[in-house]
Nanobody
Framework: QVQLVESGGGLGQAGGSLRLSCVAS????????MGWYRQTPGKQRELVAT???????NYADSAKGRFTISRDNAKNTVYLQMNRLKPEDAAVYSC??????????????WGKGTLVTVSS
């Protein structure tokens, strides 16, 4: 069993910062790509940023220049530093990981999400 647990969401101010964290735990052999997605009511979930195990990153245009994704492979943890927040960044942010469990095979795992609200 592998699970992802996010933390760090909450209320941020426009122009301010928030940092999200996500820890993968369970019977893990290795964690491949990790990432953050977000969703607002009535809209599809959208990519925010991803990072490979070798730290190659990819960002949505909306995140470029403001958000930074990073990871600590030893801790199976991925972070999202969000700076210069905008009201339109408000969403439920979900963590994603492509995991190789000890039982074999590759599985996609999602966290339950953490709510980010931004006051203007």
């Amino acid at each position: 069993q592998v699970q992802l647990v996010e933390s760090g969401g909450g209320l941020g101010q426009a122009g301010g910062s928030l940092r999200l964290s996500c820890v993968a735990s369970g019977s893990i052999f290795s964690v491949n790509a990790m990432g953050w997605y977000r969703q607002t009511p009535g809209k599809q979930r959208e990519l925010v940023a991803t990072i490979t195990s070798t730290h190659t990153t990819n960002y949505a245009d909306s995140a470029k220049g403001r958000f930074t994704i990073s990871r600590d492979n030893a801790k199976n943890t991925v972070y999202l530093q969000m700076n210069r927040l905008k009201p339109e960044d408000a969403a439920v942010y979900s963590c994603y990981a492509s995991v190789w469990p000890t039982s074999g095979g590759i599985m996609d795992v999602w966290g339950k999400g953490t709510l980010v609200t931004v006051s203007s």
